[in-house]
């Protein structure tokens, strides 16, 4: 099996996906990568919250990386599943557009709100943003990557049955720091990286952790050397940390603290009256598992947030397979991964993880064998080849099936699976790229999202009424047989050479009543009836239209209360309220009824623009009929050039992703409608 890691990921920031690759190697995948790092950590990616302005150029980086992602794809050999690395909530959607045929797996390990409410950014309209950014991420995923068990039941309940748990783990690098198992006194005790002399070059640090620490070994025992790596976030708790070892001040024991963040002034504020405290602001990537694996005891986490009673830390895996012994927070997690393997003590409690260290600095003998059994635990669950067993199962499975176009379960239909699904193989050509042929406004990419994913099962022909510049038309073409009517001359004139390039389908510069006696198993009617005085004649002419147990599928402009300049300016006589179209559809012939919204967040702003340019047109179109602005209205603000078309699909991939996850929100409305007299 072929897998391609792909994202911005960075694993000299967060090595999870490098430990999931190894893994898969060894169990016999052909790994390879996609990858174009964003070069911003957690922590500048939070910042960003904090100070919205500067998002368009996190905005402006992620296009870039995006189109080296692009390219580079383009050109390696099609994987048979695709893992996205940990942060690739936008990443993941790039994936599902690039790879449409194949499984997308998630590394989600813990949601972007968890992450800001520990980062204490937790404010109502950023958290409904990351829930959303969450949402669509999710959504877009075949399979997805959590680390615990409690993890896993915090997703969504829709979304746990695609999930798999994989732990943390550890790469190779650090195994391979580990010292080895000494059986007497002459082996040598790793000194520490970077350790002044006074910590690293004394007598006792000669002697191996195992003999120095039995009691059989002569002279006083060598300092315990304890180490503490990461972000200072609330989820570390290292003000905890920093108090316990105030506590400590005098003992025999020597801690190294690696790192920064919010947290770091408190924790090093708490610590003060400890002076046998080395402070290290940053150690490189490749150096860290050697500074780790020169210390007895590896510190965990003994925060008290949600997250933090939910997670095993990289530290806890990485320090086991250093041959470190383990002190961390006593958690329901931490406690299954670790057993007895580990010394575990409240959270929030520094005298608890005080006293720990004062126990193992006074018991060598307890030191030695945790120090074992952690070592062994990790070699034994933690490896890369372990940890990724139920994600190497779920693979071979995991391509996406046909499923029922009303299924709302994510990934329920991937239209470009099944645009040629209506049409026999022996008449299909190559389908042109539909974007550069009739590529589609903004706000008409969000709303074509959400029909494609409406239409109805069983038809074969359809009719579009006011098919405008034939956008929709061409694609609908290449799904069934397709006729569009469009009574402006212009827009049937772009429409009918755009139908022309897709190969198939017919439009005509006609309006309805000049069908004669044509039926069609689908009406389709993008936009058009706010445009029509009298929409309930319209329905009904429509209704006429259809074979018995036809369908009716319209998209119109969202709620009449927000009924503004651009309404006016391309001749809308109405927005509508979803109850009110049920009522007029119903009126009208239709029983069987489905609504739902589009255009949530990205169809607001694209409103507002509207609105801007229509108080500006008013006063020169202020002498135009209604009917000539309607006749003008395809023809407004319409994307001429495939390059526009093309940054529309890949620019609104995730705006289509996070609309899915909002259906009862948005500027439009899509509803489909059954005949009432169909008894199938």
Same mark, same amino acid.
């Given at each position: ?12 920031m ?14 016999g ?31 402006a ?45 998630? $590394? ?13 950014? @937790?404010?109502?309209?950023?958290q ?33 049955? =695609? ?20 059986? $007497? ?36 025992? +060598? ?29 025999p ?44 005891? &590896? ?12 997670? !095993? ?10 041959? &470190? ?11 299954? *991964? ?20 004062? +126990? ?11 120090r ?35 299924d ?31 590529p ?26 006011? &098919? ?48 004669? $006696?044509e ?5 389709c ?8 005085? @009298? ?6 002419e ?29 001749g ?15 009126s &009208? ?37 209604? *009917? ?6 395809? =023809? ?16 609104? !991939? ?18 489909? *409608? ?7």
């Amino acid at each position: 099996m072929r897998v391609l890691l792909f994202g911005t990921y960075d694993t000299s920031m967060h090595p999870r996906v490098a430990t999931i690759a190894e893994g898969l190697r060894a169990r016999g995948a052909d790994v390879a990568e996609c990858n174009a790092p964003l070069g911003l950590d957690t922590a500048a990616r939070v910042n960003m919250l904090a100070h919205p302005w500067r998002a368009p150029a996190l905005l402006a980086r992620l296009a870039q990386r995006w189109t080296t992602l692009a390219v580079a794809a383009r050109r390696m050999p099609a994987p048979d599943a695709v893992v996205v690395g940990y942060l690739g909530h936008f990443d993941v959607h790039l994936a599902r557009a690039l790879f449409r045929r194949v499984p997308v797996v998630l $590394d989600h390990l813990v949601g972007a709100s968890d992450t800001a409410r520990d980062r204490r950014l @937790d404010g109502g309209p950023r958290q409904l943003l990351l829930r959303m950014i969450d949402s669509a991420a999710l959504l877009a995923a075949d399979i997805v990557v959590v680390d615990t068990d409690e993890h896993l039941a915090a997703l969504p309940a829709r979304h746990r049955a =695609r999930a798999v748990v994989i732990p943390v783990g550890a790469p190779a690098a650090w195994y391979e720091a580990a010292p080895p198992v000494a059986s $007497d006194a002459q082996a040598s005790d790793p000194s520490i990286p970077g350790d002044p002399p006074a910590l690293s070059d004394s007598p006792a640090a000669s002697d191996s952790p195992a003999a120095s620490d039995s009691p059989a070994a002569s002279g006083p025992p +060598r300092p315990l050397r304890v180490v503490f790596y990461g972000l200072y976030t609330p989820l570390q708790g290292t003000p905890v940390i920093g108090a316990a070892l105030s506590r400590i001040a005098g003992a025999p024991i020597e801690v190294t603290m690696v790192g920064g963040g919010q947290d770091a002034p408190a924790a090093r504020a708490a610590a003060a009256a400890n002076p046998a405290v080395r402070w290290l602001d940053w150690v490189p990537a490749a150096d860290l598992p050697a500074l780790v694996a020169g210390h007895d005891v &590896c510190l965990g986490i003994f925060g008290t947030g949600d997250k933090a009673l939910r997670v !095993v830390p990289n530290k806890v895996f990485q320090g086991a397979a250093a041959g &470190c012994a383990i002190v961390t927070s006593d958690t329901a997690p931490q406690r299954r *991964a670790l057993g007895d393997a580990a010394v575990l003590v409240p959270p929030g409690d520094p005298e608890a993880l005080a006293e720990a260290l004062r +126990r193992l600095a006074d018991d060598r003998t307890e030191l030695a064998r945790l120090r074992g059994q952690a070592r062994g635990l990790a070699r034994g669950q933690f490896a890369p080849e372990r940890i990724v067993a139920s994600l190497a199962g779920r693979l071979p499975a995991a391509t996406p099936p046909s499923r029922d176009p009303h299924d709302e379960s994510p990934r329920s239909r991937d239209p470009h699976d099944e645009e040629l699904a209506m049409i026999p193989d022996t008449q299909r050509g190559p389908a042109p790229d539909v974007d550069v042929v009739a590529p589609l406004t903004p706000n008409a990419s969000l709303r074509y999202d959400l029909v494609q994913r409406m239409l109805p099962a069983d038809v074969t022909d359809v009719l579009e009424v006011g &098919c405008g510049q034939g956008a929709a038309g061409a694609r609908l073409a290449q799904r069934y047989r397709y006729l569009g009517v469009e009574p402006d001359r212009e827009s049937w004139e772009v429409a009918r050479r755009r139908i022309a390039a897709v190969g198939r389908g017919e439009v005509r510069n006609v309006t309805v009543d000049a069908l004669g $006696d044509e039926r069609f198993d689908l009406v389709c009617a993008f936009e058009v009836l706010e445009h029509i005085e @009298d929409d309930a004649a319209a329905v009904k002419e429509w209704a006429s239209r259809l074979r018995a147990g036809g369908w009716l599928l319209l998209s119109v402009p969202a709620y009449q209360r927000r009924y503004g300049p651009a309404d006016e300016l391309v001749g809308h006589f109405r927005r509508y309220d979803p109850d009110a179209l049920v009522t007029l559809l119903g009126s &009208c012939g239709f029983g069987e009824t489905e609504v739902r919204h589009y255009g949530f967040p990205l169809g607001y702003a694209l409103e507002a623009g509207r609105n801007l340019i229509g108080r500006r047109r008013l006063t020169p179109a202020g002498g135009q009929t209604l *009917a000539e602005r309607t006749a003008g209205s395809g =023809r407004q603000l319409q994307p001429t050039t495939s390059v526009r078309g093309l940054a529309t699909r890949w620019g609104t !991939v995730p705006f289509r992703a996070l609309q899915r996850a909002f259906p009862g929100n948005g500027t439009g409305i899509v509803v489909l *409608a059954r005949l009432a007299d169909y008894r199938g």
